[in-house]
């Protein structure tokens, strides 16, 4: 394994690969790629953090829970809610910032604040020839030249290795409590979400739990979770029997969400399917036998278990969006591929820009492949 | 400003080109008399004019893509364009080129409130877009001042932003798909109505590519259910470095405003003057506005004004109503129009880290000393974004040379301080040979390449954003195949 611990050295080690390089932060995705391991994890430490700014500059590879817990030293943090996939992925490491913006790891905040390429302010980059490039900045708004820091940002290595990360952090709210709504299909709990999603209350938080009921979250000063969580019952009511989560179950609730906890320990494939939400009851009811789902994002995040070795894409085709096989082992990952092809122009793009910035094809093995 | 010679064997070629267009297009959609042409011969950039040689006006995305294989097949450069309220010169044509304008194209083509996306053509203005879901109590949040003017194709094209952004984001963070016609003619789809699009995040570098990657003919945009209320309040400093302060202050206790703008004497001066909105006389003003329910409201003024009060306020004006919002709000949103009617001003544009900005208002005001031109700043403080205006005499010679040049000196000092040269207007041929301040040799051609993708022969909106010789050597492939 390499483990460079300044930029320059991993230049050096990138321009001087002789064969694949498998990128890793802190090698919680459970997979190595063909390949030496090249290691993001000594290029750590936050470098500067300006609260009143709401801007926090890091190396890639420090992990997630040391910046997690500078933010929450002045009561802010990471808004868009990484997930950690350790319990469901069964694997061991520390995440780490990079390993974070090379997947675009975002969580059930999504659907109000953004993803991670939404805060992502600038990068630092050594591409597949060795070249070191910096785009964007520190600053919260920035349109100087192409926006490279959302290409690097999901582009899972990839393109090139991060070095460097700016990134927009928010104010941690006062308090959080949610609503319970006790929906028992899809089809009702995810128009009891867009119900509450399109509503002025700001839900921060919008899933559904085949077994709890469809749950929306609430966020923000005291006085006004209380006010808005009277509002969402008021509009909501229609949709079934109304639970109320204090801050403590809301948030123990919310983390289980993050991190699919009703799948963690559970035998069989595990599919992330991204939907525009009112197609997501259609997906549902179209699921393999056997298979379990909950909902995030209003609907619009379905994740799946399923037996071992499924063709989830085929089963649902032709539907609008894409499913990413997030575990499986090593033969159906190469089998169905993780993730779902490209339409033909949009895939010629994609290998286009990969051969501009790693010629070679020494970065992950010139990407992760898709079926 | 330097722009390339224009190619003489396209010129050539006129006749030719305007036939093929004819042959796709309906007449009224072929602009290539020379006097007409002149209605495209810049953008709000005015200070910069040059005609087309050909102005087209499609109206759907099969005609766009026709247009680009031919121009394509010709060699011919094109410049896309929205409304041309470009301030950076984005829109600004070559005497070589075709402009091909959306405005024809303004559909709404799906209002969909379960999933809170409008799909309309990119000819729309970005207004008209709040304006088809407001009966519905939605909106678009992006909100450029520009907006009763500039097209969805503009504010994608250049990532826009407005008052608004520091709780909802610019463009890019309002954009979920897109159809895009490169220059070949072929029509690619990216993203839509689901929030991950799959692979590589190529509609996060096509939003603020500046028309150099591609014509976008139809976005799906994200909309939102308007807030119950919102409310500012106004407070007045007796010196810039406080009111800084106030806004880092503001930030930091948890608060989060949908808009902070801040506006310093001269701006103040000149507003009160053309607006007569009752602003206080001091060094700098803050207006800060909040959403919410009315008590809620209440309870987010009342904790901004106990954090003002502690740096000592000249004024705190708090809204009570509608009509004292406006009041407040009266004076920045006349504060450009002000401006404009003492003299011609250049509009600036960098973002600086906002803990920078007392050094950064201090500095610019030693400047203008030295170059002996006046400066008014207002600006959205909350993210740092900066708008110098920078006021000269259009008449006077040599007054616009030496503005740019002060122009210049701010914006790198923008850059020194941790920031950028564009927060939100672009680079177009503004900034464009700023950029090796900001990025150095492999930051630009790593981005270049991404152009190489899009539009090998680098015949979309080719002689902006990088500094000329930069893109000197891709831009002659072409010029060379002729
Ligand atoms: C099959 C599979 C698919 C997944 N798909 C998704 C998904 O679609 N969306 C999602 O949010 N999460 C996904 N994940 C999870 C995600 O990869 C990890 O949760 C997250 O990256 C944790 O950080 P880490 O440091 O442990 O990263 P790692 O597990 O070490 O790496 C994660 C990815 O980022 C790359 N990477 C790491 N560090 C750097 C760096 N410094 N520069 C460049 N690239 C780097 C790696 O090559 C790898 O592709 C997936 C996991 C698996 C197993
Ligand atoms: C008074 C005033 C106030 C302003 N306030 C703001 C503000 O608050 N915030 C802000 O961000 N901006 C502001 N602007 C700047 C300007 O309005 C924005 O940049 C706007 O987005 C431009 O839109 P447009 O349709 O006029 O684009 P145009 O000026 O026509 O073009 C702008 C760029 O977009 C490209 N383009 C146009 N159409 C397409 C297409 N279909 N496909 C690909 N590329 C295309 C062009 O080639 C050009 O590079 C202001 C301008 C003025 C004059």
Redesign the pocket.
């Known amino acids: 394994m390499m483990t460079p611990q300044s930029e320059k050295e991993l230049a050096g080690m990138i321009a001087g690969a002789t064969g694949p390089l498998a990128v890793q932060g802190g090698g919680t995705r459970g997979f190595a790629g063909a390949g030496d391991v090249l290691c993001s994890a000594g290029l750590a430490g936050i470098t500067l953090y300006e609260p009143g700014a709401l801007t926090l500059v890091a190396g890639a590879g420090t992990p997630v829970t040391e910046i997690e817990a500078a933010l929450a030293a002045e009561h802010q943090r990471l808004a868009f809610e990484p997930m950690d996939h350790r319990a469901l992925l069964d694997t061991t490491g520390t995440p780490t910032i990079g390993g974070v913006m090379a997947a675009n790891v975002s969580g059930p905040r999504r659907i109000a604040v953004g993803a991670a390429r939404d805060f992502a302010l600038g990068v630092r980059f050594v591409d597949g020839t060795g070249r070191i490039v910096k785009n964007g900045g520190r600053v919260m708004k920035n ?1 100087t030249g192409y926006d490279l820091v959302k290409l690097m940002c999901g582009s899972f290595g990839t393109l090139g290795v991060l070095s460097e990360i700016s990134m927009k952090v928010l104010p941690a709210p006062e308090t959080e409590a949610s609503l319970v709504i006790g929906t028992e299909l899809a089809e009702q709990a995810v128009a009891a979400l867009s119900r509450a999603l399109g509503s002025p209350f700001e839900v921060t938080g919008a899933a559904f739990l085949p077994d709890r009921g469809a749950v929306v979250r609430i966020e923000g000063f005291e006085t006004s979770v209380a006010y808005r969580l009277g509002a969402l019952e008021g509009i909501l009511s229609g949709f079934g029997e109304i639970e109320r989560l204090n801050a403590d179950a809301s948030h123990a609730l919310w983390r289980g969400v993050r991190d699919v906890q009703p799948f963690v320990g559970r035998a069989g494939d595990v599919w992330r399917v991204s939907v525009k939400p009112g197609d997501a009851p259609g997906i549902v009811a179209a699921l393999p036998e056997g298979a379990d789902y909950m909902l995030d994002w209003g609907g619009g995040l379905i994740w799946v278990l399923c037996a071992a070795g499924t063709d989830l894409r085929a089963k649902l085709a032709p539907f609008a969006g894409h499913a990413t096989l997030v575990r499986a082992d090593a033969g159906v990952r190469a089998r169905l591929g993780v993730f779902q092809p490209e339409a033909p122009a949009l895939a010629a793009l994609t290998q286009g820009v990969r051969a501009r910035f790693d010629p070679r094809g020494v970065l992950n093995g010139g990407g992760v492949k898709a079926a | 400003m330097e722009m390339p010679i224009p190619n003489p064997a396209v010129l050539a070629r006129k006749d030719r080109v305007v036939a093929r267009l004819l042959q796709v297009l309906p007449s009224d959609a072929v602009i290539s008399d020379v006097a007409e042409t002149r209605a495209y011969e810049c ?2 950039l005015t200070a910069y004019k040059c005609a087309p040689m050909v102005a087209v006006l499609p109206a759907s995305t099969r005609e ?1 893509s026709d247009v680009l294989r031919i121009c394509h097949e010709e060699g011919v450069p094109v ?10 010169g ?2 600004l044509p070559t005497a070589d080129c075709v402009i ?3 405005a024809r194209m303004n559909d709404v083509i799906e209002t969909d409130y379960a999933n809170r996306i409008i799909r309309v053509q ?2 729309r ?2 207004l008209s877009v709040t304006g088809a879901v407001e009966e519905d109590g939605f909106f678009y949040a ?6 009763l ?15 608004h952004c520091l709780k909802y984001g ?2 890019t963070n309002n954009l979920m798909g897109v159809t ?1 016609v490169q220059m070949d003619g072929t029509v690619v789809e990216i993203g839509g109505g689901y929030l991950d699009a799959g692979g590589l995040d190529l509609l996060g570098v096509i939003c603020g ?9 139809e976005a799906t945009l994200r909309i939102l259910h308007k807030p119950e209320g919102a409310r500012p309040v106004l407070m007045g400093f007796d010196d810039n470095e406080v009111a800084g302060a106030c806004v880092s202050d503001i930030i930091k206790a948890g608060v989060l405003p949908v808009a902070i703008e801040f506006m310093d004497r001269p701006c103040i001066e000149a507003t009160e003057a053309f607006a007569g909105a009752g602003y206080p006389d001091c060094e700098a003003l803050l207006i800060v506005e909040v959403e919410g329910s009315d008590a809620e409201i209440d309870d987010q003024l009342a904790r901004i004004m106990e954090i003002a009060r502690r740096h000592n306020p000249v004024e705190l004006r708090e809204s009570k109503s509608p009509e004292e919002s406006a009041r407040i709000w009266l004076g920045r949103k006349s504060a ?1 129009g002000a401006m404009g009617q003492i003299n011609d001003y250049m ?1 600036l ?1 960098g973002t600086i880290p906002v803990s920078s900005l007392p050094f950064v208002l201090r500095r610019i005001g030693e400047m203008s000393a030295e170059y002996g031109l006046r400066v008014g700043n207002v600006f959205h403080a909350g993210d740092g974004n900066m708008h110098p205006l920078i006021l000269f005499d259009a008449n006077k010679p040599g007054d616009l040379e030496l503005c740019e040049t002060f122009g210049a000196e701010v914006l790198k000092l923008c850059v020194e301080v941790g920031g950028c040269l564009t ?4 680079v ?1 041929i503004e900034k464009r040979d700023l950029m090796h301040v900001q990025y150095n040799k492999d930051d630009l051609e790593a981005q270049m390449a991404v152009k190489d993708v899009f539009d090998p022969q680098w015949l979309l ?1 080719p002689a ?1 954003v990088f500094p000329l010789d930069a893109s000197d050597a891709r831009r002659r492939i072409e010029m060379a195949a002729q």
Request: charged share 10%; with cysteine.
């Open positions: 349109v | 953008d709000a766009v410049v896309p364009r929205g409304s041309g309220t470009s301030l950076a984005g829109a091909l304008g959306v990119t000819g203005t970005n992006p909100d450029p001042s520009s907006q003017a500039c097209a969805i194709a503009g504010n994608i094209a250049m990532n826009s932003g407005g008052a610019v463009t895009l590519s500046e028309g150099q990657l591609g014509v976008v003919t450009f509009c544009d927060g939100e207007h672009g177009g909106n902006k």
